[in-house]
Nanobody
Framework: VQLQASGGGSAQAGDSLRLSCVVS????????MGWFRQAPGKEREFVAA????????YYADSVVDRFTISKDNAANTVVLQMNGLKVDDTAAYFC??????????????????WGQGTQVTVSS
């Protein structure tokens, strides 16, 4: 399976950006999908995830009520809609996929498949 992320860019605080991640090689229905981010000098951190069974969503406390993860099964795509951007949201954003969550959704080691990062830069 391959993941291709896009949609990053520069924004002002308060703006919105929409990240997309296209999955190829297998149906997105087979995977739990997630988004992580990594700022320079920091560890990769969980942002959001959606389970393949039932569609339940999970969010980091720092983005709840601002970010929304959603899957478009027909397009084999997962989207991260980011509203109310803050300077602290600046990071490279990575989409990820997994079929078996061994260490919890928030642990990057639970996610074996990764897209390349897409940079989000938020200025004040």
């Amino acid at each position: 399976v391959q993941l291709q992320a896009s949609g990053g860019g520069s924004a002002q605080a308060g703006d919105s950006l929409r990240l997309s991640c296209v999955v190829s090689g297998r149906s997105i229905r087979s995977y739990d999908m997630g988004w992580f981010r990594q700022a320079p000098g920091k560890e990769r951190e969980f942002v959001a995830a959606q389970r393949r069974s039932g569609g339940r969503t999970y969010y980091a406390d720092s983005v709840v009520d601002r970010f929304t993860i959603s899957k478009d099964n027909a397009a084999n795509t997962v989207v991260l809609q980011m509203n109310g951007l803050k300077v602290d949201d600046t990071a490279a954003y990575f989409c990820a996929a997994t079929t078996v969550v061994l260490s919890g959704l928030r642990d990057p080691s639970s996610w074996p498949y990764w897209g390349q990062g897409t940079q989000v830069t938020v200025s004040s």
